[in-house]
Each structure stands twice: as structure tokens, then as C-alpha cells.
């Protein structure tokens, strides 16, 4: 479903990602993992067009999406959900919601928006009994729970996640990973970049392992978790880096 092919990306003269391919198949979960500053969300931002790449490609469904804009990517089937939430404070639940689908309004499908804010409130009872309530005002887990809704009212082929465990309480971070579970069997697509990385591969199909803009190691999720250069690195050991630098499963 989505490729990313030998993809560069640049901040500046600064290389932050080099050569970095992976793909998500359709009703995958897969976790992309590392240490701070290794580019996990500049390979996000690079996928939703937001720091386009300098090589390589983005391809959806064997659409390429490489240059195309942020807001033609989100209408191609691409939603990110960003870092530390980044809700709309000011603005209630509801409304955070129906900004989600902004796209789909210009398009004239205001019944099929109010349909899918009721799905969302569905998937997330808390929210529906504070819909009316400021996005600002919520808990840290109830925003988190919001950005993940206000991301699906796109109605992604694929969904971007950054960081949703980051700032949360062990409880949350559990409830926020089952959410996610659920939603791969209702169908959905997932990217997951996720520092907490046990967390992360539990769920997922198959995971990729990034180091300084390198894809090092790619496979089965399970086989990551079994791995004991990514126990070292990655599980609570070690300093964060693979000692045998650029092996692959």
C-alpha cells in the first residue's frame, strides 16, 4: 500500500534521512523505531509532504505522492497524527473533530462527516460525554485520544502516528495501544513511530529499526523483540545504537 523508496531528506545542507526505504501493506501495524534525533519524525513528515524529500519516492497504492502538497497528501489517504497531541485548545472536542475532515467538507459530505464524528465518539465514549468541552481543558489522555480521532475523520488509507505514548501514564499508554489494535481489525493501516519500543513491537505486524537517517534492521516484529542487539539497544539496556551497524534480518 505505501512505499517509500531510497528517500533523502534535507534540512538544509543537514542530511536527515539517507536511503531510507519501507512499506506498509494494508491492515499492517508497523512500528518504526530509535533513538531521539534519528529521524523517525522526519520520515513521517517527509510521507505527508510537510519536508519533501530531496530523492526518492512516496508512493500510495502506486500513486506517487513525492511532491505533491501537505493537503493534496491528506487527500490522497495520508493522516498524521503529530507529536505532543497539537489539539486545537481553544476550540471543543467537537469541533477538533470536524477540522479533521476539513477536506471532506469542501467536497459537500457534511452527512457523511456528522456519521463518522458519531463513529469516532463511539470509539471513544469519554469523548462524546466532553464534546462540547475545550480540547484545551483535557487530560493528556483524553488529547491524545482526540488527535487519533480527529486523524480518522479523514478516513486514511493510511495513518501516521508520532509518539502517542509520550508524556502518558503506564494505564494510558495501554489504553492508547489497544485503541490502535482495534482499529487494525476494523481494517485500518498504521505507521508508528514510537520510542517506547517493547510497547510498540507487541502490537505491530513488523517493525523497521532507524539510526542517524539508516534503516539498520527491518523484520517480524517478534523477531525484532527476540533480537538481542535491539534488546540492548532499544529494550532497556545499552546506549541506543546496534553494534553490527547496518545489518539487516
Do not use: W
Not at 475532515?101 to 469523548?127: C, H, Q, S
Not at 460525554?129 to 478516513?155: D, F, H, K, N, Y
Amino acid at each position: 500500500m505505501l512505499e517509500i523508496k531510497n528517500v533523502s531528506t534535507y534540512y538544509g545542507h543537514i542530511k536527515a534521512l539517507e536511503n531510507v526505504s519501507l512499506q506498509v501493506n494494508e491492515g499492517e501495524i508497523i512500528s518504526l523505531v530509535g533513538a531521539n534525533g534519528a529521524g523517525k519524525t522526519t520520515l513521517l513528515n517527509t510521507i505527508s509532504g510537510i519536508v519533501p524529500p530531496r530523492q526518492g519516492q512516496v508512493i500510495l497504492n502506486g500513486r506517487e505522492l513525492t511532491r505533491l502538497s501537505a493537503e493534496k497528501i491528506v487527500g490522497e489517504g495520508v493522516s498524521q497524527v503529530p507529536e505532543r497531541r497539537q489539539v486545537f485548545a481553544e476550540l471543543s472536542v467537537r469541533d477538533n473533530l470536524v477540522l479533521g475532515a476539513y477536506l471532506r467538507l469542501r467536497k459537500g459530505e457534511k452527512t457523511a462527516v456528522a456519521r463518522d464524528t458519531e463513529r469516532i465518539f463511539n470509539l471513544f465514549p469519554i469523548l462524546e460525554e466532553r464534546q462540547t468541552q475545550l480540547a484545551g481543558t483535557l487530560s493528556g489522555g483524553e488529547q491524545q485520544m482526540l488527535a487519533i480521532g480527529r486523524g480518522l475523520m479523514a478516513q486514511p488509507k493510511v495513518l501516521l502516528l508520532d509518539e502517542p505514548s509520550l508524556g502518558l501514564a503506564p494505564l494510558l499508554v495501554r489504553e492508547i495501544l489497544d485503541v490502535l489494535c482495534n482499529l487494525r481489525d476494523m481494517g485500518a493501516t498504521i505507521l508508528l513511530v514510537e520510542q517506547n519500543a517493547r510497547a510498540a513491537l507487541k502490537i505491530s505486524d513488523r517493525g523497521y529499526v532507524l539510526e542517524t537517517g539508516n534503516i539498520v534492521l527491518s523484520g517480524d516484529a517478534q523477531d525484532l523483540i527476540a533480537n538481542e542487539e535491539v534488546q540492548k539497544a532499544y529494550l532497556g539496556q545499552s546506549n541506543g545504537k546496534l553494534t553490527n551497524e547496518k545489518s539487516k534480518t
